[in-house]
């Protein structure tokens, strides 16, 4: 067994997958032999579920049926809709909020008592926990903000149903669009920790509402998820200096902070889902007839690119995206989780269909040969 030290596992084999794949020196990502290209050109969030879920793209009829069958779980329990109403009126952190959430979900699954690793059960479930996370998250959001929670529809699809949800108001085609699109460049991206935490969790043949409650914890550090929210509570920032981008990075730099949104701990080179959301910020922007957060974007990528040879990650991006649909700063990381909550049911399948317990090994570095004292010695 090698010694050799890989702190944070990077590097480190631990798993066969087919779920994705990512090149990062050539910046491709690809859903089972799909590359996210195409995926998000082509492809539904639904559609890439299925995808994933199953192994292969719906036809017409199955994609239907799958839909209906999503659309008919999104409402929630009144007891969980308790709980979410409590949270809100304590002012929980969003991500907590939903970590707590989805942990009650459970008591009210038909299959809570099914064997960890029955597949079809996982499926069933699979589908209720993604089908209600955008519901709580719009009703958590509303009720927070002193609104009422708005029911959902049955006759939107997932990505319109919750923009709806949280604004009381039908999407246009193109916010519903591009939100989907969004949700699709998510929803799967190899072993990151929060999808590594699910499995982990699931490697213990836990249920898998405990896994993807581990997942959620997980994604709700500011090293993973949070760092799209991060990255526009920057943009305000530069915004609200009336200084020039590059000026503001520069100063910035020069005091030992961070810039949010660039470098990966797998790509080398752009992010290809930043590439997408790049496009989608533009076109928001312009379509608003405001390009401002397009621009400094762009400003600040070209100075990170030259200067350090630093390339934007999807967060990068995806945060002027979402800020010019009107979402609030403080929901990215929850709606990043609505979109990952798919690989991570994914990868849980994979895990529970050929399991190992999943215990890696520390280097100890401590003291050794202590003698024990007694009370009067110590």
Same mark, same amino acid.
Request: hydrophobic share 40%; aromatic share 8%; charged share 30%.
């Given at each position: 067994?090698?010694?050799?030290?890989?702190?944070?596992?990077?590097? +480190?084999?631990?798993?066969?997958?087919?779920?994705?794949?990512?090149?990062?020196?050539?910046?491709?990502?690809?859903?089972?032999?799909?590359?996210?290209?195409?995926?998000?050109?082509?492809?539904?969030?639904?559609?890439?579920?299925?995808?994933?879920?199953?192994?292969?793209?719906?036809?017409?009829?199955?994609?239907?049926?799958?839909?209906?069958?999503?659309?008919?779980?999104?409402?929630?329990?009144?007891?969980?809709?308790?709980? +979410?109403?409590?949270?809100?009126?304590?002012?929980?952190?969003?991500?907590?909020?939903?970590?707590?959430?989805?942990?009650?979900?459970?008591?009210?699954?038909?299959?809570?008592?099914?064997?960890?690793?029955?597949?079809?059960?996982?499926?069933? *479930?699979?589908?209720?926990?993604?089908?209600?996370?955008?519901?709580?998250?719009?009703?958590?959001?509303?009720?927070?903000?002193?609104?009422?929670?708005?029911?959902?529809?049955?006759?939107?699809?997932?990505?319109?149903?919750?923009?709806?949800?949280?604004?009381?108001?039908?999407?246009?085609?193109?916010?519903?669009?591009?939100?989907?699109?969004?949700?699709?460049?998510?929803?799967?991206?190899?072993?990151?920790?929060?999808?590594?935490?699910?499995?982990?969790?699931?490697?213990?043949?836990?249920?898998?509402?405990?896994?993807?409650?581990?997942?959620?914890?997980?994604?709700?550090?500011?090293?993973?998820?949070?760092?799209?929210?991060? +990255?526009?509570?920057?943009? *305000?920032?530069?915004?609200?200096?009336?200084?020039?981008?590059?000026?503001?990075?520069?100063?910035?730099?020069?005091?030992?902070?961070?810039?949010?949104?660039?470098?990966?701990?797998?790509?080398?080179?752009?992010?290809?889902?930043?590439?997408?959301?790049?496009?989608?910020?533009?076109?928001?922007?312009?379509?608003?007839?405001?390009?401002?957060?397009?621009?400094?974007?762009?400003?600040?990528?070209?100075?990170?690119?030259?200067? *350090?040879?630093?390339?934007?990650?999807?967060?990068?991006?995806?945060?002027?995206?979402?800020?010019?649909?009107?979402?609030?700063?403080?929901?990215?990381?929850?709606?990043?989780?609505?979109?990952?909550?798919?690989?991570?049911?994914?990868?849980?399948?994979?895990?529970?269909?050929?399991?190992?317990?999943?215990?890696?090994?520390?280097?100890?570095?401590?003291?050794?040969?202590?003698?024990?004292?007694?009370?009067?010695?110590?």
């Amino acid at each position: 067994m090698s010694e050799e030290l890989k702190k944070g596992l990077e590097g +480190v084999l631990v798993a066969e997958s087919e779920l994705s794949y990512i090149d990062g020196d050539e910046g491709k990502l690809v859903y089972r032999g799909y590359t996210i290209e195409d995926l998000a050109r082509d492809a539904s969030y639904e559609e890439v579920l299925y995808l994933l879920w199953h192994g292969r793209l719906p036809n017409r009829d199955e994609l239907a049926t799958f839909r209906d069958d999503m659309a008919a779980h999104r409402d929630l329990d009144d007891d969980v809709y308790d709980l +979410v109403e409590d949270l809100a009126a304590a002012d929980e952190d969003p991500m907590a909020a939903l970590r707590t959430a989805v942990s009650e979900l459970s008591a009210f699954d038909d299959d809570a008592d099914a064997d960890p690793t029955d597949r079809d059960a996982n499926l069933r *479930k699979g589908k209720r926990i993604t089908a209600k996370i955008p519901t709580i998250v719009a009703a958590f959001t509303r009720l927070r903000d002193g609104n009422d929670a708005v029911e959902p529809r049955e006759d939107l699809d997932h990505a319109a149903n919750f923009l709806y949800m949280l604004n009381d108001e039908e999407p246009d085609d193109v916010l519903a669009d591009v939100f989907d699109q969004a949700l699709v460049l998510h929803a799967d991206h190899g072993l990151n920790a929060s999808t590594f935490s699910s499995m982990v969790t699931s490697s213990t043949l836990a249920d898998l509402h405990s896994a993807i409650t581990s997942a959620v914890g997980t994604l709700s550090g500011s090293l993973h998820g949070g760092a799209n929210a991060n +990255v526009m509570r920057m943009l *305000k920032e530069v915004d609200d200096s009336d200084m020039d981008p590059v000026e503001w990075v520069e100063d910035a730099l020069d005091r030992g902070d961070r810039v949010m949104g660039f470098g990966h701990r797998v790509y080398n080179v752009k992010d290809p889902r930043a590439k997408i959301l790049g496009e989608q910020s533009e076109d928001l922007g312009e379509a608003a007839g405001d390009t401002k957060w397009y621009e400094m974007s762009v400003a600040i990528e070209n100075y990170m690119a030259e200067e *350090k040879g630093l390339a934007p990650n999807v967060d990068f991006y995806s945060a002027s995206t979402y800020y010019q649909m009107g979402i609030p700063v403080d929901i990215y990381t929850p709606i990043f989780a609505m979109s990952r909550v798919g690989g991570w049911i994914a990868h849980v399948l994979e895990q529970y269909e050929d399991n190992r317990l999943i215990r890696p090994r520390a280097r100890y570095v401590g003291e050794e040969d202590r003698e024990f004292p007694d009370f009067d010695e110590r």
